[in-house]
């Protein structure tokens, strides 16, 4: 099982079509994680989701690096979310998808499902959530955002995945 070198409470948000997807740590350890419908009030979603686990640090997508390949309204939103967190008093972590993205390819896995099942590995309570493999003509299932938030964090703190 994998520990984050950093103890403080730590929540990392992936927001999607279906609303949030977000991935809990305290002292270190994955506590939670999982999908929330936000019914176009993502940032009401992100202040229950705030003051649920009293976090210190929400990591998110940086949506203003050169290679940030969102669509303007989710640019938009994750500004919104930021500023959010920050009004709350909560630390705000910004990391670059593409950045990411480059650091698992380094490692040899360039596909989600590959990253999905290392980041199950990792976190052997997780690992049953790692979906099956995407057909072409199948829509992502939503779990798969679950492991994109814990992405964000394994990079924005060091941890080297496997």
């Known amino acids: 099982m994998t520990k984050l070198a950093d103890d ?10 279906r609303g949030l997807a977000f991935v809990f ?19 009401a979603l992100l202040q229950r989701l705030l003051e649920r686990y009293k976090a210190d640090v929400l990591v998110l997508e940086d949506p203003e690096v050169p290679r940030a390949e969102r669509r303007p309204r989710v640019r938009q939103l994750l500004g919104l979310l930021a500023q959010t967190a920050r009004h709350q008093g909560v630390r705000v972590v ?11 390819a380094e490692r040899g896995l360039t596909r989600k499902h590959a990253v999905a099942e290392s980041i199950g590995a990792m976190f052997p309570e997780i690992e049953p959530l790692v979906p099956r493999k995407r057909k072409v003509f199948r829509s992502e299932e939503a779990r798969t955002e679950i492991f994109d938030a814990a ?5 924005a703190f060091g941890v080297v995945p496997g």
């Open 25 to 43: 740590f305290e002292n270190g350890m994955l506590l939670d994680w999982g999908t929330r419908r936000g019914d176009g009030d993502e940032c």
């Open 151 to 155: 992405s964000l964090v394994l990079h």
């Open 94 to 104: 910004a990391v670059s998808r593409f950045a990411v993205r480059r650091e698992w």
């Open 8 to 17: 403080r409470s730590i929540i990392a948000i992936d927001p999607n079509p």
